[in-house]
């Protein structure tokens, strides 16, 4: 399942006069009782929902005030996005006689044509605040605000990706948040410019739009409606002048070649772009091939194999990649590994939707011809995986008979496309004797159509050099410098693993006192350049942890990137 979640708007969508039928809000369960998150996107004010909405429970959490306020009606809790309103700025507006007006905990809220009155009073006390229109309703709230930064709010509690949320609304304010989510909807009563910009508009009016939605998500869970969904697809590789893209979660993939034919260029490539879609994804990496990834968390090295709860608890954060590294595995066992992980992968993806993409090197050894684990630990389709081996008539026959397109690249590609063919019992096409660097064969096994291609490459100059992070000598302008609050100290750590070391020996005192200035989450930003783990550390610099647990939940953040990929 991708579409785990759906997010709606009230007004106009799932309510007509501020009512949800009975026929709708049976929809709504059968959706939820099918293991799909269920998120109310709305401008109302909470307490006002309350009031017309009494079945809030059908939903798992609630974005009130137009993106400023979280409700989980399971434990009835708020949680407020933005600050209470400017009681300067409110003042202001009854001066004016601005009326209706509307304080709730977040938004003001009038109508049309107060909004110049509303106008006057941001401009004459300089504040940061924007003006949302809604049919007529004009709601204010602070720069940035709006339904899309507060269902991010809601997917980010929920440990969802934007990738596996359908979205369904009606009107202006809605537009935002439909383009931040995986697939857009507009029911049939929507206004046109909605219409317009929206990957499906339904047959019915608001309720009846919603139930229409909502029946495809549980029959086709929206596949048919994903090749054309610009979020949902990345670009496998170019055809003369034109993109080939796939659904990657759709599809499973077979690459194959001779050894240094390309593979490991094909696939960084992908996983580049994948990243920068969106898209999660999981290297099972046997050989420490993808130790270099610059946007994926190595687990394992040379000295420490990894296990599949490393791997699964860091896929727990939807912008999180992670590549299991097994060269500290004895190779037999290796396959093993691979056998515990997928169930677990699977487990995931029925729960979250993600990992997006599964890629699995050396499939001939990791997935060999007698790999058949049964519909017990494994769904009947595999997809969302790419398969990367130089022996495909050794790989699983299940794994064989999944492939929706063969890649195969090398000098001399004849032999390998050959044995994928017979394995799968494929007539053998046309190909050309001899393939160019950077070319590629791709065989559609539907329509057993091979075109020739163009590999993209990663943007090799973009990858981070770990090794000088981790163990070189950084400049004094880049060094971390522990001071301490009296600048008593002069510590320069000009790497990170200098960081660490220093980091356990300096005083409470001091370690805490860069924290509390967050100078290492802005030091590793600024000069190690990684945003994935300054980000982690903000995190624990802001948080309420005591300074030694922090301490070495900074060190362990830092070796999950650096000197766990050897």
Known sequence: MHYVALATDYDGTIAHDGVVDDATLEALGRLRHAAHRLILVTGRELDDLLRVMPRLDVFNAVVAENGALLYWPETRTEQSLVEPPDPRFVARLRELEVSPLSVGRSIVATWQPNETKVLQAISELGLELTITFNKGAVMVLPAGVNKASGLRAALQEMGLSPLNCAAIGDAENDMAFLDSAGLSVAVANAIPALKERVAWVTDGIRGDGVRELIERMLATDLAELDAGVERQVVTLAKHGDRDVTI???????????????????????????????????????????????????????????????????????????????????????????????????????????????????????????????????????????????????????????????????????????????????????????????????????????????????????????????????????????????????????????????????????????????????????????????????AEIEAGDTPPEDARRLVREAVERRYTLAG
């Open 247 to 537: 659904a990657p979660h759709r599809e499973t993939l077979l690459l194959t070649g001779m050894s240094g034919g390309g593979k490991t260029t094909l696939t960084q490539g992908l996983t580049e772009r994948l990243s920068e879609g969106g898209f999660q994804f999981c290297v099972v990496d046997p050989e420490g091939d993808y130790q270099e990834l610059d946007h994926a968390v190595m687990v394992g090295s040379a000295d420490s194999a990894p296990t599949p709860a490393q791997v699964t608890e860091l896929l727990e954060k939807p912008g999180t990649h992670v590549v299991a590294n097994l060269v500290g595995m004895q190779l037999q066992d290796r396959p093993a590994f691979l056998a515990m992980l997928l169930p677990e992968l699977m487990s995931m993806r029925a729960r979250l939707g993600r990992p997006h993409v599964i890629i699995v090197d050396e499939a001939h050894h990791m997935l060999p011809a007698g790999w058949d684990p049964g519909a017990a630990s494994l769904p009947e389709e595999l997809t969302g995986c790419l398969c990367v081996t130089t022996r495909p008539a050794d790989v699983s026959p299940r794994l064989l008979h999944a492939v929706d397109r063969l890649l195969v690249v090398g000098g001399e590609p004849h032999d390998s496309l050959e044995a994928f063919c017979h394995a799968r019992g494929l007539a053998m096409p046309d190909a050309p004797e001899k393939l160019a660097v950077a070319e590629v064969l791709v065989l559609d096994t539907a329509t057993q159509q091979l075109s020739h291609m163009q590999v993209i490459p990663g943007s090799g100059p973009r990858l981070r050099h770990r090794r000088k992070y981790a163990e070189g000598v950084l400049g004094e302008d880049k060094s971390f410098w522990f001071r301490g609050p009296e600048g008593k100290l002069r510590l320069q750590a000009h790497n990170l693993m200098l960081f660490l070391q220093m980091g356990d020996g300096v005083d409470t005192e001091t370690w805490q006192w860069h924290r509390d200035r967050q100078d290492y989450s802005h030091w590793i930003e600024d000069s190690i350049k990684d945003q994935e783990l300054a980000g982690e550390v």
